[in-house]
């Protein structure tokens, strides 16, 4: 039996709000049975999350204030990709800003859409090993410390729920399997 085409078709799409990071938009859609239909949409530029692991084994974390949720967050180095940039070099220059850190072996995970329903953000999940230490290159206005956890005990806090963020979880998630030998990597760099 064939599938039915759930393909929701653009009639139209307009600007509702154009800022730095952020674009909303606003879709008129005809539906798979013929009738119509708004979506209202984020476009986002895309991201990059690193796992940096240490030689230890411990994972390399910042816990920063996120000012929607209004509280601070552990969460795993990440930031936005810029435009023409390529997603590795995003990772690189990400960790060396936010925790001072290059690696040295670099490898591929997954990509995620963490918000399917209203926007079009993917981010990209890289494992960072190898590290070593060069000093941040912080943005005036962002404030990180660097926190040094064991795999095991990142685990912990999302299980507590302690670390509630969606990258963090799947980046952990990741590099517990990887640590396992359970999933498989390649070297890219």
């Known amino acids: 039996m064939d599938k039915p085409d759930l393909t929701e078709k653009q009639l139209s799409s307009s600007a509702v709000y154009d800022g730095r990071l952020l674009h909303v938009r606003e879709d008129e859609v005809l539906l798979p049975n013929g009738n119509t239909s708004r979506r209202e949409y984020?476009?986002?530029?895309?991201?990059?999350?690193?796992?940096?692991?240490?030689?230890?084994?411990?994972?390399?974390?910042?816990?920063?204030?996120?000012y929607p949720l209004r509280c601070e967050f552990h969460e795993l180095p990440a930031?936005?990709?810029?435009?023409?940039?390529?997603?590795l070099v995003c990772g690189?220059?990400?960790?060396?800003?936010?925790t001072g850190y290059k690696a040295g072996a670099w490898d591929f995970l997954t990509t995620i859409h963490p918000c399917i329903g209203y926007s079009d953000e993917r981010i990209l999940v890289y494992l960072a090993r190898d590290l070593t230490e060069h000093g941040h290159r912080r943005d005036e206005d962002e404030f990180l410390e660097n926190v040094r956890l064991p795999l095991d005990t990142a685990l912990a806090w999302v299980r507590e729920g302690r670390i509630s963020d969606v990258k963090t979880m799947v980046g952990l998630f990741w590099a517990e399997k990887v640590a396992q030998g359970i999933w498989q990597t390649g070297e890219l760099a």
């Open 79 to 87: 930031g936005k990709i810029d435009p023409g940039e390529d997603t």
């Open 92 to 98: 690189q220059r990400e960790l060396l800003e936010e």
């Open 42 to 66: 984020i476009v986002h530029p895309g991201a990059v999350v690193v796992v940096p692991l240490l030689a230890n084994g411990d994972v390399l974390m910042v816990r920063q204030f996120r």
